[in-house]
């Protein structure tokens, strides 16, 4: 069932560091994408994929972790994303890439959660470094990273406390996601 | 399977126009959105729904359909939209709404396909005449309307042409999707 899916599907930041993912799957992925619908149907989006050790470092790197948890730096080495799908904007085709980002990103972890794995949507990364790192042309907007893996994480959403939406983990590990609730989000 | 929802889920742009869509299913589609991942968790979105003929009607007005089918003003009385989200950025919580808008309408109108709905994604709206239609406090800006229905469209998807991104309809009003291929889409 979709609901299903969508529950499962969390900000994971925490993963089986030697779970491989096979290439195949990030095609897999970006054949979700290409389905999806985009603004004016102009397709802007471009892809850059890594699954290896090496790729995997240059752009685990630029990536900022859970701004909410000040005491924890991001996963550690044998707990990090095996795998990397980095959303470029092609400026050769739009200037303005509308909501395609967020409808693809959502696309590809919908499936990726299919497929056992799950993943996590980056805005802030150090994008003059990422695109050193992978040689990326300035025609190109770094727009966000999907970062994929196995996840090794116990996330539950719990409803909203007093307007607190910071995500936080308890002492079990457990990474507790304050949401608002329907009430709050519909006008009357 | 995720990928066939993905894949029925086209942009529907005529519907069985005297199909009711019960409140209950906008309120599923919402409880789908809400527990989607948002930029830091901060959830600015706010949704006023429609199913009623009255505020249907109040909203198609402020719509602009199909760009590229110049000689098609939109879907006549019978196959109109029976149903309407209209997507709000809480400008209280947030002045930048991310990637969030994208990732909430895809997971509707994934939620509204495996219903046997349907819909279509709008961002080109007479923002001023919905808000005064729907009298829209100033605090919420409109970023898009998600129409739904029970699509009454075939809709197929091609392969891309000398780089023509334009949607068509045929003789037998098929409506013709084309997609870059994915050897297009990935940067080596």
Redesign the interface.
């Known amino acids: ?3 299903e ?3 499962k ?3 994971y930041r925490k993963f089986y560091g030697d779970y491989i993912i096979d290439s195949q799957i990030l ?1 897999d992925l ?8 985009s ?5 802007p ?5 890594s699954n290896s050790e090496d790729r995997n470092a240059k752009i685990f790197e630029t990536l900022a972790w859970a ?2 948890l000040k005491d924890w730096q991001g996963p550690e080495v044998g707990e990090r994303p095996t795998a990397y799908i980095v959303v ?1 904007g092609d400026t050769a085709i739009s200037k303005d890439f ?10 590809i ?3 990726a959660v ?1 497929k056992g794995l799950g993943g ?2 980056f ?1 802030s990364i150090k994008r003059s470094l990422l695109a050193d790192n992978l040689d ?1 042309p300035e025609r ?1 907007q770094i727009l ?1 990273v999907v970062a994929l893996g196995k996840p090794n994480e116990n996330i539950v ?1 719990d409803d909203i406390k007093d307007g607190d ?3 936080w983990r308890d002492e079990n590990s457990t990474h507790h ?6 009430d709050e ?3 009357k």
Do not use: H, W
């Not at 603004?39 to 397709?43: E, G, K």
């Not at 996601?177 to 329907?182: A, C, D, I, L, N």
């Open positions: 069932m979709f609901k899916l969508v529950k599907n969390r900000s095609l970006i054949e979700l994408a290409r389905i999806t619908p603004a004016a149907n102009r397709q989006l471009k892809y850059i994929l701004g909410y470029l509308n909501v395609d980002p967020g409808i693809v990103m959502q696309t972890l919908l499936g299919e996590c949507i805005a990326i190109y966000n959403i939406v910071k995500y996601v304050p949401k608002r609730t329907g989000l519909i006008l």
